[in-house]
């Protein structure tokens, strides 16, 4: 690791007046997770690793019923799907944290810096994803909302400027009659990365026989996190059914496009694509009848 | 749940006393290689090939010696020449640092040693290498195609033991005969043949290799290390280095796992020739990115196995040809596998061809019975397909043909007294396989395996203290509980409680020659050499008695612990007391034993595995498993499990996900803990262990060496119940998800 | 060139001051900088728990967290697990069940099953995989760190009810 400064700033004020005067040459540590290996490797060599764990806001963890949840930029995971809220509204985010590494890098790491990273297989963002959230970008005297689906545009790059930063996720309220859930396959049961990953959110009509909205996105199977759009488009109004979740998972996989490497063959993801939507979907549906 | 029969006949051996160096490994105190520390230690790193064939047009390296903070650098130049051409002496230098070409990613090539670690590999950046690029040979196929670039220029094929003319990537190709293999096939009522291949894959020990060496103005070398064998160690310095082994020490600390990894040397001459330059002692650890690309890791190749067989179950041919990836340079396992290929089985007629071959992967060492899974993987599916062919039990059928004493091993020895037959009776009358495994998708496969105890020298020795407690002195490094069967053994012979003895592991100055830990002989042979210790001490500390009491030697008996003599019933005194009067009777005591045993017998193992497959994701889940071995005696029954355990979730991880995964361009691009994908807590069942106890007539406890059998039959056992979870046979490992999902899909 | 900065810290309930410079590790300055080798190292980038320690009550692996983030913090690593020369009952447990071969992952086990019971007294066999799958064992096969770790809580209820 080639030699850099460091520094714990303890207001968003000065963490930003940091990264005006120097944002190009700085590095943002929430975790660490993520960053650290890369200074290792040095494929990442700041002068500067500017430590976002003492500044208040981005510690913020909160739920209201109107708007939603903010989850705070440097919360750790574990803080995250420990919380009451998270666990009884947003299981689909315990889905994704507690699976991120194992216990010890869930002690450190966060969902911020999961998105910041933004790695195709990145566990929490199709979450995110599918539900809405957006990204709460702050610079000195600018801040501004991105959708979280818009917010990466290539592996390991997203749409932060050099003088910014994230602040805040925040999640809309949870809609009735609806749920989300996210798995991915891997080949060892923990430790390891997503070969594929599938959020999905379904709302149902108040009967709970046809779909009213339902958003897939897919971890692992393109350059960024992908939102399937087609299947919202398709499964909307549809009955239910065994026939259209099917479907649905075969335009995962067309809409996918997965690469081969160590993690699996480009045809070996695009069979999974289709097997975990189909799972994810049940479950979700599960989840809203469960509720 | 471990089920030894035999009635209780020793007093220390069998029972779990706590390890002697226990304490200290749950406290965090015990030294291993990383640990060293001493005044004036720099640090090491090294530069390394990112290419996996090239010449060497060039290498500066002026600007990291300019660095501040940078010590010494060293290359291939600081190496002693090679005058006599000694090629063996010419390829062990080679791997240590690159001469004229680099012949694997993560090859040597300098070393520099600066104040801390980071300067150090900052300092590597600024070394410059001017390669020529040549194109890689990345498998035994196509190294064994003769239009392939050649990699050793000048060296030749050997071929039934005699040099060749022929200049090609085969390093060796060799053969064993027995009977008349035609006649053999042409007796069969069936023959099933397939070619079983096989990736790299590495041991995966936790604790990077590390050294520290020190080269003092007076010539004399000291290296403190984590390591499978000090002595070998010292040969190789030796060799290496050209200087004599009376002027190399080398200090074992404690060693955080080897499975045979950790028997060659790799930084350790480049930190004894950087602190030759620098004056100070010069530490070096790898990264794990060096442990995987820059050790040796276990070949992949492949297994072509004929079987041939009567309707009713006897075999009568058996033919294999085994190419084994030797790595950039000779010595790949072939050898040992060949002879493991059909160890198992009795029959007349055998033919087996072995190749070894040179490919641009790093030179391979010694992982866990080498060679014998890669053939394994072969002949017991071969063997399982038969069975299920024939309708035969596939425990019946191996029992059917099951070597006994006085069978041939293909290369001519006779089997002495083995445990096959009770390690596949143990195997069917087990809680796992009387229990019927039902539901879809699900499968049993049994495998069994073999490997030898290898023998080798040992030295111990054994002073007797006044309190009664004697110090148990070895060379023997304990990867995984041997001071405590060692001691074990010297308590059992002496007859004293297993308290009072205290071993200690000593550096290569301090104890006769001992060998590697490793070809199953550390319990074997430095447990027999501390029994002759033991018996050493028991007969001066007899002679001692019947001096004290002036009876003849010959009358003083010692039994249960206490001296006695038939001259006078009323003499009688314990250990303990005679150990208090040596002071005053002609001085202390010290016992020594040292052995270099020979036709010592070999480990028998079996697995029996229950998976289920998610056919939709190709995943499989080992449900129940149970490892049986056959340890000849167990000294320590919990360390004995351990071996089993510990060897069947190594065995587990190479059949189902482990691999040096390359891409085109001969990088290995998983060489990480997390890519790799060894087992966690949450990828294995329970393992359930059977203790199978037919003892080894040459040792005094009749000790089998139980490290390394139980790798082999896990994997066919995965492969076999795979078959019967799936109905299709797997040719190829690992047998990961992606593979299960194609194969599903063939033939739909 | 390198500038060093000041840390100070509580390690095992000790004040304990340190120079580091930022890009060193935790467990770099544990063992190269105070000269507490106990805490190990085997892949340095947080795959196998090796220098698992607990740091403000939570499991780290302290080669993914900074010397510099440590000021002001409380550590626990595998030193102060003992009490004094009285070994902890997840040590002793680690012992009788013979939970090491080569040990070299055990400080990091006994530190993750330390903080596991913790939180959880009475884990299942499933949640002890669960809670120490980031802690790589090669020599094992995990069968008897899963048990020595149902001792452990055995031990410590024991310990707690007597
Ligand atoms: C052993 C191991 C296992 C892992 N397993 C998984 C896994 O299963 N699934 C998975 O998705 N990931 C995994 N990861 C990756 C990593 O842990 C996650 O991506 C984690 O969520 C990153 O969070 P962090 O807080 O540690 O990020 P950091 O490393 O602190 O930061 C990550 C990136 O985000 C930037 N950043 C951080 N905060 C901000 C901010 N406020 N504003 C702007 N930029 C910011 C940083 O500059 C950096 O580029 C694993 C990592 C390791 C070491
Ligand atoms: S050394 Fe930190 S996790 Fe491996
Ligand atoms: S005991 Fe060796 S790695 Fe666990």
Redesign the pocket.
Known sequence: MKYVDYERPTSLKSALDILSEKGDVT????????????LRVRS?QPDLLMD?KEIPE?NELSFNHDTGLTIG??V??YKLYADADVKKYYPALVDSTT????IP?QG??????????S?P????IPTLIVLGATASIQSSGKLREVPVSEFCTGPGSNV?KSN????TINVPAPADNSAAHYMRF?PRNE????VVGVGSYVKLNASGDKFESVNVSL?SVAPTPLNVTEISKFLSGKDVNDENIEKAGQLAKEASKPISDMRGTAEYRQHLCSVLTKRSINKSIERIKGA | MTNIKEPKKYEVIGTRPLRPDGTDKVTGRAIYGGDFEMTGLIHGKILRSPHPHARIKSINYDKALELEGVIAVVTADDLPVNPDGNISIGYSRGNILAKDKVLYVGHAIAGVAAIDPHIAEEALDLIEVDYELLSAVMNVEEAMDSSSEIIHENSFMKEFGEMTVTNNNIDEHFQHKMGNIDKGFENADLIVEGKYSTVMVHQGYIEPQAATALWRTDGSLTVWNSTQGSFPDRDELSNILDIPISKIKVVPLEIGGGFGGKIPIYQEPVAALLSKKAGNPVKIIMSRKEVFESTGPTPGGYTWVKIGVKNDGKITAMQSELAFEAGAYPGSPVGMGSLCVFAAYKCDNQLVDGYDVIVNKPKTAAYRAPGSPNAAFGTEQVIDEISQKLGIDPIDFRMMNAISEGDRRVDGPKFPVNGLKQVLESMKNSPQYQKKLKGSNKGRGIAVGYWFNVGLQSSCSITVNTDGTVNLIEGSTDIGGSRASIAMQAAETLQIPYDSVNPSIVDTNTVGYTAVTGGSRTTFSTGYAAHLAAEDVRDQMIKRASEMWGVPNDSVVYSKGQFSSDADPELSMSFKELASQLENTGGSIAGKGSINPKKVGGSFAGSICDLEIDPDTGKSTILDFTAIQDAGKAIHPSYVEGQMQGGSAQGIGWALNEEYFYDQNGIMNNSSL?DYRMPTSLDLPDINTIIVEVPDPTHPYGVRGVGEANIVPPIPAIANAMKRASGKRFYNLPMNPPAVISKLNQDL | MSKKVHVQTIINGEDVEFLCEPRQSLLECLRDVIGMTGTKEGCN???CGACTVILEGRTV?SC?VLGVEVDGKELTTIEGIADGEKLHPIQTAFLENAALQCGICTPGFIIATKSLLDHNPDPSEYEIRWWLA?NLCRCTGYDKIVRAVQESAKKIKAQAGG
């Open positions: 590095k943002i540590m929430a975790g660490g997770t993520d960053i650290l290996v890369k990442e976002s981005l930029a440097a750790p995971l699976i991120i590494g194992g890098i450190r790491a966060t969902v911020g810096g999961n998105l910041c990273n790695a297989s990145a566990d929490s932060l910014e930063m994230l602040v891997i430790m390891d990365i997503a971890a | 997390l | 980038d947080g795959n692996t993914l980031n």
